[in-house]
């Protein structure tokens, strides 16, 4: 199966249908009063985890997801047809960023995740809706909202506790592959795993999933080899286990370029707590290079295996689920710090926002009127008064003139304009 960790996509809400207007016409009842029916509800697009799914790749030929648009109110007072909603299933793991905000609006990391990227618009209400004991015959009636549209960047970053990272070659597969079920790519040349592999692994009565990730090499920040396109598959990991080839001709230097590479990526890899382990100790100059890594950093402990034999790995993993016992979850945001956005954070919204564009231009923005103005039909002089009023309700006209708005000046609200009249 290919692997697709990265999709970006065009989405669209289904709109509402519009409410409409129409009378009991019957031969013996002159009075029959309004029958229009409400619109129906535009199908949302939503997310949701789906274990069976390990990539994106469904999502990789899909440029565009959209909804159905709920249909038109009918006679009679009978609804309009409310549609379905699309569910988009993705792997655990997965995050959903919108583009235009440039900030994540979901973060699907547990088996239950579901979330609505792109409501549905909400349908119209039909004359039958207004109707009331001071106007028993209402001739007007409300649009249907549109459905929200995104574009979104959709992307996978496995759900692991532990990372395995390391130069090519120096035994992060054969590692895997012998304490988990996992069956990655095992050869002697460089660059044998090209995407990311996870396993399960049981260590006395914890277990925890290990994720073995292509190799680094000096310069991967810049774009050599694999560069750093899988790292992003560890942001979410708790521990480190940094694998060395003690039989390689610097150790030492290796261990330096790994941890080079990653405090260059912008995921605060590098603080991440480290499991060091020595592998290949069965070469010749391996136990003179471990010797000198102990000098150099007399602070880090070693672990010594072999991993094609298994020698030596049950002390790592005892270590590592010892230590996974006390790490937290490292967020993948961090809110201290002003060029990240957090996740699910929610602020009230606001009626509406006044912005001066300069020779007598102004715009109106906020949920609550666009909303507002999005339900009103304009071509009815009814629903335009009713929209005039509630303009008043919300002191839209005082709030202009407090702002040096004049009479004569345009009034945007999204792309049509209305004249100001100073009464």
Same mark, same amino acid.
């Given at each position: 199966m290919q692997f697709i960790d990265k999709v970006k996509l065009k989405?669209?809400? /289904?709109? &509402? !249908?519009? @409410?409409?207007?129409?009378?009991?016409?019957?031969?013996?009842?002159?009075?029959?009063?309004?029958?229009?029916?409400?619109?129906?509800?535009?199908?949302?697009?939503i997310f949701k985890v789906d274990t069976n799914k390990s990539t994106l790749l469904d999502l990789r030929f899909s440029k565009a997801i959209r909804a159905q648009d709920g249909e038109n109110g009918k006679t009679n007072n009978m609804y309009g047809a409310s549609r379905d909603d699309v569910i988009v299933k993705v792997p655990l793991g997965t995050i959903v960023k919108d583009l235009d905000l440039d900030e994540v609006i979901a973060d699907l990391n547990t088996l239950d995740s579901e979330?609505?990227?792109?409501?549905? /618009?909400? &349908? !119209?209400? @039909?004359?039958?809706h207004f109707k009331s004991s001071r106007n028993n015959a209402p001739d007007y009636c409300t649009l249907g909202t549109p459905g929200e549209e995104r574009n979104v960047?959709?992307?996978?970053?496995?759900?692991?506790?532990v990372g395995l990272v390391g130069l090519p070659s120096v035994g992060k597969s054969t590692l895997l592959s012998v304490v988990s079920n996992a069956r990655p790519e095992i050869a002697d040349y460089p660059f044998t795993t090209l995407k990311p592999q996870l396993g399960m692994v049981k260590a006395g009565d914890t277990s925890f999933v290990m994720a073995d990730?292509?190799?680094?090499?000096?310069?991967?920040?810049?774009?050599?080899?694999?560069?750093?396109?899988f790292l992003k598959h560890i942001e979410r990991c708790r521990l480190i286990i940094h694998v060395l080839d003690m039989g390689h001709e610097d150790p030492i230097k290796d261990f330096e370029v790994i941890n080079e590479e990653l405090k260059k990526y912008p995921g605060n890899l590098y603080e991440r707590p480290q499991i060091v382990l020595a592998n290949k100790m069965d070469l010749d100059n391996a136990q003179e290079n471990l010797e000198k890594f102990k000098a150099k950093y007399p602070d880090i402990e070693v672990f010594e295996a072999i991993t094609l034999i298994n020698e030596g790995l049950m002390p790592v993993l005892y270590k590592a689920a010892e230590m996974l016992k006390e790490l937290p979850q490292f967020p993948l945001y961090d809110p201290k710090k002003a060029d990240q956005k957090v996740v699910y954070k929610y602020e009230e919204p606001k009626e509406f926002e006044i912005f001066n564009e300069g020779n007598g231009v102004w715009r109106l923005e906020g949920e609550?009127?666009?909303?507002?103005?999005?339900?009103?039909?304009?071509?009815?002089?009814?629903?335009?008064?009713?929209?005039?009023?509630?303009l008043s309700r919300m002191k839209v006209d005082a709030a202009l003139r407090e702002k040096g708005c004049k009479n004569g000046d345009q009034v945007f609200i999204r792309d049509y304009s209305f004249d100001f009249m100073d009464e």
């Open positions: 989405l669209k809400a /289904g709109n &509402g !249908g519009n @409410g409409i207007v129409a009378f009991k016409r019957e031969k013996y009842n002159p009075l029959g009063g309004p029958t229009g029916g409400d619109g129906g509800s535009g199908g949302s697009i979330e609505v990227i792109c409501q549905g /618009g909400k &349908g !119209g209400k @039909g004359n039958f960047l959709v992307e996978l970053k496995l759900l692991a506790d990730l292509p190799g680094l090499i000096e310069g991967a920040s810049e774009g050599r080899g694999l560069g750093h396109e609550k009127i666009e909303r507002l103005f999005l339900n009103t039909n304009f071509s009815d002089d009814d629903s335009v008064l009713r929209f005039s009023r509630a």
